[in-house]
């Protein structure tokens, strides 16, 4: 028996989840910072993650029962992220590897998504739609790497979401909120629609969104600026199948709520005969038992890593990563 535990402080989250070699998750905690606007402060984020870090820990051991002793591995997000908040994550788990004499291991985010996506749903070679706040990418595993099929080139889809829900004055965080509206809704109102080769931009939908705010009904509007969203990530997903002859589509990031998204991709996976697989909400969004579990998989498959190569990586792209531990 192993156990690993995982730090997450990439965006608003802190994290730390504590799982064994099973995948079985003894612990979860995490507490997010969230600001009057949608957008994130990086620093004001990162104090917040600072105030928070020793209590979510303590909690976290707590709840399992283990000592320090019995911890195998250390792991934390290296990236990608926001600068500051991820300095709090490597500088707390450098620590404690240190203190306690645990091996240490950073991390890829994204990766870490995917990873106990798969563990957790039983999907085997998926393309994955990892669409969250800070990220929106189309994924698929080929000849040791996780390669991106395809990314947004400005912002992620969640953000999107949260800009205009804010803007609207439905508050934060927004998606929930569209997607309450999205099945309400009566007409389509057009929006710019808008895929690059196998890449989403979102911007000039936002811009274009909020010109009709106030002049259009607020539920199609709603209604209109998501179904065109999560349209763009659906083609590009089911581009991604086709190209790779793949048959699984997994959804995971906090958007994966979405009620709105997983009926539109189900329909889509229907009409190819592809398999859809959500990862539960607890484990979309961002949270430390997917880093414990990415670090517990990479050790037992024999990596480690000096404390001086472990610093943090701002732009740790997902096709960075040697996907060593698959067979
Ligand atoms: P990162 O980008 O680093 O993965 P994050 O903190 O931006 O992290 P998550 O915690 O994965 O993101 O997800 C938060 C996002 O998910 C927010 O933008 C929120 O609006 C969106 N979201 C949550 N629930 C829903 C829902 N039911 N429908 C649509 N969007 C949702
Ligand atoms: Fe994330």
Known sequence: MGFCL???????TFGVGIVDTQCN???NEKKSYTSEDAGIKPREAAD???KNASEILQSALKKTGL???????????????????????????RTLSMLHRIPLLGVNHCVAHIEIGKKLTGSKDPI???????????IGYESRRYRVFGETLDIGVGNLFDVFARDLGLGFPGGPKLDQRYFGAEAYIPLPYSVKGMDLVFSGLLTAAKKQAGKMDETDLCYSLMHTALAMITEVTERALAHTGKEEVLLTGGV???KALQKMMQEMCDARGAKLYIVPKEYAMDNGAMIAWLGLVEFLAGKRMKLENTQVNQRFRTDHVNVHWMK
């Not at 995982?6 to 608003?12: K, N, P, Q, R, Y």
């Not at 926001?82 to 994550?89: D, I, K, Q």
């Open 6 to 12: 995982g730090i997450e402080s990439t965006a608003h």
């Open 25 to 27: 998750v003894l612990a």
């Open 48 to 50: 917040f993650h600072m």
């Open 67 to 93: 000592t320090w002793k019995d911890l195998n591995v250390i792991a934390f997000s290296q990236g990608p992220g926001l600068g500051p908040c991820l300095g709090v994550g490597c500088t707390t788990a």
């Open 128 to 138: 994955i739609a990892y669409v969250s706040g800070g990220n929106s990418q189309i």
């Open 256 to 258: 994966a709520a979405s």
